[in-house]
Nanobody
Framework: QVQLVESGGGQVQAGGSLRLSCAASGRTLANDVVGWFRQAPGKEREFVARITKSGTNTYYADSVKGRFTIFRDDAKNTAYLQMNSLIPRDTAVYYC??????????????????WGKGTLVTVSS
């Protein structure tokens, strides 16, 4: 059974930082493209970042570029999202997802095979 478990969410003041983790079990994450997505209250889920299988290339939504960093540690079967300079608009449930070869639309994964249940990030002003 494949499981992706996010952790590291919490409440932080604007300007602060958090690091989210996505630990995989039942699946070798090294074989997957990993993405982070988020869903704010009352809004649709949106793409945040993705990282290629090799970890060589990363892609970000314009709204987080320069503030967030996605990286992976395949030895730990875990991916991460380092979030700096957080702003209230970053408040959302953050989900990690994995897929061997996701279809991309404009660089954004159109669908991912496996999803975690999410971790809540709340940024206060």
């Amino acid at each position: 059974q494949v499981q992706l478990v996010e952790s590291g969410g919490g409440q932080v003041q604007a300007g602060g930082s958090l690091r989210l983790s996505c630990a995989a079990s039942g699946r070798t994450l090294a074989n997957d493209v990993v993405g982070w997505f988020r869903q704010a209250p009352g809004k649709e889920r949106e793409f945040v970042a993705r990282i290629t299988k090799s970890g060589t290339n990363t892609y970000y939504a314009d709204s987080v570029k320069g503030r967030f960093t996605i990286f992976r540690d395949d030895a730990k079967n875990t991916a991460y999202l380092q979030m700096n300079s957080l702003i209230p608009r970053d408040t959302a449930v953050y989900y990690c997802a994995a897929d061997t070869q996701p279809a991309l639309v404009g660089g954004v994964p159109a669908a991912m095979a496996y999803w975690g249940k999410g971790t809540l990030v709340t940024v206060s002003s």
